[in-house]
C-alpha cells in the first residue's frame, strides 16, 4: 500500500516562508507529474504548482515568484517552498503523485497539511 506523507504546515504571519515535504512509501509506480494543490474553507481544490519527471514546473498566478516546486526522485519526495507568504495562501494543501499513462493515468494524494497565513 502507498502512503504520501506531508509535513511542514503550521502557521506563519504574513510575509513568512513555510516549506513542504511529501514523500512516498511503500511500491509505488513509476512518478511521472509530482505537485501540490491546496483547498480554501468554501472553495475549489486548485492547483498551486506542478513539476513533470524531467524537472519542467508550473505555477498558478497567484503564487508565481513566490513559491517554488523540486522534487528528488530517488526518494521520491516533493518540496514546495514558498516565501512572501500571504493570507490568501491559507488552505489545506495536498501532494499528487500521477503515474501511468495519459489514457490511463492514476493518482497517489497526500493527507493534506494545513497551511494558515495570519495578518
Known amino acids: 500500500q502507498v502512503h504520501l506523507v506531508e509535513s511542514g504546515g503550521g502557521l506563519v504571519q504574513a510575509g513568512g516562508s513555510l516549506r513542504l515535504s511529501c514523500a512516498a512509501s511503500g511500491s509505488i509506480f513509476t512518478i511521472n507529474n509530482m505537485g501540490w494543490y491546496r483547498q480554501a474553507p468554501r472553495k475549489q481544490r486548485e492547483l498551486v504548482a506542478i513539476i513533470s519527471s524531467s524537472g519542467t514546473t508550473n505555477y498558478a498566478d497567484s503564487v508565481e515568484g513566490r513559491f517554488t516546486i523540486s522534487r528528488d526522485n530517488a526518494k521520491n519526495t516533493v518540496y514546495l517552498q514558498m516565501n512572501s507568504l500571504k493570507p490568501e495562501d491559507t488552505a489545506v494543501y495536498y501532494c499528487?503523485?500521477?503515474?501511468?499513462?495519459?489514457?490511463?493515468?492514476?493518482?497517489?494524494w497526500g493527507q493534506g497539511t494545513q497551511v494558515t497565513v495570519s495578518s
Open positions: 499528487n503523485f500521477r503515474y501511468g499513462s495519459s489514457d490511463f493515468p492514476g493518482d497517489y
